[in-house]
């Protein structure tokens, strides 16, 4: 599969080839759908918490006789059925969280990128960083790229602000992070450590160069784990 890369100013460079494996494969929505709900259970916090009738406080004391009342029985006050007594299977503090196979989880991946690929929602950039680490450099950039016309211009930009956007990086440039922090809706990912969330959300998916060079080898069969 050849794609195009583009400078950051929006304009055509040259052609690069991507893997069909990775980037032009079936979409399986299947292990898109795992991929994210694993994503978002894993991160639930799990502090929900209700009491039952034994933590409830008050007293032990039976509120009436049995029997001669005329109303209907009662043996405790934390009884479910009372307001201020206890709750009945209630939530109580869990972990969420579970493991989910590493064949899905890449599955989902490359059917991602070949989704957005496909709705020309991705694209590929020439390596670029930062100088300084400010906000309004990487924006500059993010608009020139959106701007630059395809379905990604459509939707990259709307009024003035960046849409969603998921930018693909080979390493850990301190700089370029520092830089998107403050931009809402851009989520900065290395390429082996993608979210299945924040790419299939995204209006558009930028992946730097030598970035789309790793993926072909970090997700075609026998790649790195």
Known sequence: MVAKVYGIDGKER??????EEV??????TGSIYHAIRNELAN??????????RSEVTGSGTKPWRQKGTGRARAGSRQSPVWVGGGVVFGP?????????????????????????AKENRLRV?????????KTREL???LRALAASGGDVGASGVRAGAVMRTTLIVTDDD????????????LSILSFNRLRAHDMFYSASVLVLEKAALHLNDFYTEGGSK
């Open 14 to 19: 040259r052609e690069i080839t991507l893997a």
């Open 23 to 28: 980037f032009n494969t079936r979409v399986s």
């Open 43 to 52: 991160k639930r916090v799990g502090t929900a918490s209700t009491k039952t």
């Open 92 to 116: 109580k503090p869990r972990d969420y969280g579970y493991r989910l196979p590493r064949k899905i989880k890449r599955l989902a991946m490359r059917s991602i990128l070949s989704q957005k």
């Open 125 to 133: 950039v020439e390596d670029f960083s930062i100088d300084g680490g």
């Open 139 to 141: 924006v500059k950039v």
């Open 174 to 185: 301190a700089l370029l992070r520092r830089a998107g922090r403050n931009i809402p809706g």
